[in-house]
């Protein structure tokens, strides 16, 4: 069975870092490229950011490049996200996703999901 | 960037009726290499993540139920719930998987009439 589970949420004040992980289990892991999609409370699903199968190609939503930096280490089936100088806009769960693509690059279709992490920005 | 703009905001429909989900990029999501539309939809519960329904534009996930279906290409896209149950209660979103940054729509209410 697969499974994401995510960690590292929590309250931050607005200009902080915070350093989300996400433990991968049941599927190869270094197989497939991985995402991070956010959700604000009340809002719609917002694309965060990528990484294919071995770190080679990444990708980040524009509100969040150079801020944010996203990683993985397949030895320990993880992903991880860093997130600089943190908004109240980043407000949001954060969902690791797995992408479907049986090639390993950012394919784009979001076949599993974790339960998220929330991550709140406030003062 | 492509923008992916759904109609209608919500919607309620009958139980057993059929119900109709429209999308539109803002850029073809087709690639001409391969003929495929790089078009998804998710269903979103509450307390739930968002599940896979369709992708490619009319490729069922597996274990999708058959009263799902998608269709469409180029810029415009439909879901159809053929015959709605009640466990089809949820917000729908459609996604481009044609380019980063992949984008989502804005998400579509459904609701029993």
């Known amino acids: 069975e697969v499974q994401l589970v995510e960690s590292g949420g929590g309250l931050v004040q607005p200009g902080r870092s915070l350093r989300l992980s996400c433990a991968a289990s049941g599927f190869t892991f270094n197989d497939y490229a991985i995402h991070w999609v956010r959700q604000a409370p009340g809002k719609g699903l917002e694309w965060v950011s990528g990484?294919?199968?071995?770190?080679?190609?990444?990708g980040y939503v524009d509100s969040v490049k150079g801020r944010f930096t996203i990683s993985r280490d397949n030895a320990k089936n993880s992903l991880y996200l860093q997130m600089n100088s943190l908004r109240a806009e980043d407000t949001a769960f954060y969902y690791c996703?797995?992408?479907?693509?049986?090639?390993?690059?950012?394919?784009?279709?979001?076949?599993?999901w974790g339960q998220g992490t929330l991550v709140t920005v406030s003062s | 960037d492509i923008v992916m703009t759904q109609s209608p905001d919500s919607l309620a429909v009958s139980l057993g009726e059929r119900a109709t989900i429209n999308c539109k990029s803002s850029q073809s999501v087709l690639y001409s290499s391969n003929n495929k539309n790089y078009l998804a939809w998710y269903q979103l519960k509450p307390g739930q993540p968002p599940k896979l329904l369709i992708y490619w534009a009319s490729t069922r996930e597996s274990g999708v139920p058959d009263r799902f279906s998608g269709s469409g290409s180029g810029t415009d896209f439909t879901l159809t719930i053929s015959s709605l149950q009640a466990e089809d209660v949820a917000v729908y979103y459609c996604q481009q998987s044609y380019s980063t940054p992949f984008s989502f729509g804005q998400g579509t209410r459904l609701e029993i009439k």
């Open positions: 990484i294919s199968w071995n770190g080679g190609r990444k």
């Open positions: 996703v797995k992408d479907k693509g049986d090639y390993g690059d950012l394919q784009g279709d979001f076949d599993y």
